[in-house]
């Protein structure tokens, strides 16, 4: 069985700081990137960051560059999300996703360019 399990998430305060952890198990293949995208309430998934083994480097969403560090290994198949400067604007549901196909015209800020995805972990951001 294929799957990606994140943890680490949980209710912070503004201001705050969180670190996920995504960790892939079983068949779950993240040979080409690991990413993570996010949900909020009543708003579309959208692309938070994105790490690459094919050379394709790191990635961030602009509403994140400064506040968010990505981190990961191949070999264990986990990745990491260090977010600082936490708020309202970070309140959501965030997903672990990996992509295990090199694809021609691969985007790492596509969520559907990923073949796995976690479950989510919440990070509600409030006082």
């Known amino acids: 069985q294929a799957q990606l399990v994140e943890s680490g998430g949980g209710l912070v305060q503004p201001g705050g700081s969180l670190r996920l952890s995504c960790a892939a198990s079983?068949?779950?293949?993240?040979?080409?990137?690991m990413g993570w995208f996010r949900r909020a309430p009543g708003k579309e998934r959208e692309f938070v960051s994105a790490i690459s083994w094919s050379g394709a480097g790191i990635h961030y969403a602009n509403s994140v560059k400064g506040r968010f560090t990505i981190s990961g290994d191949n070999a264990k198949k986990t990745t990491n999300l260090q977010m600082n400067g936490l708020g309202p604007d970070t309140s959501a549901v965030y997903y672990c996703?990996?992509?295990?196909?090199?694809?021609?015209?691969?985007?790492?800020?596509?969520?559907?360019?990923?073949?796995?995805w976690g479950q989510g972990t919440p990070v509600p951001v409030s006082s």
């Open positions: 996703a990996a992509i295990a196909y090199l694809a021609t015209g691969m985007d790492l800020g596509g969520a559907l360019d990923y073949d796995y």
């Open positions: 079983g068949r779950a293949a993240t040979n080409i990137a």
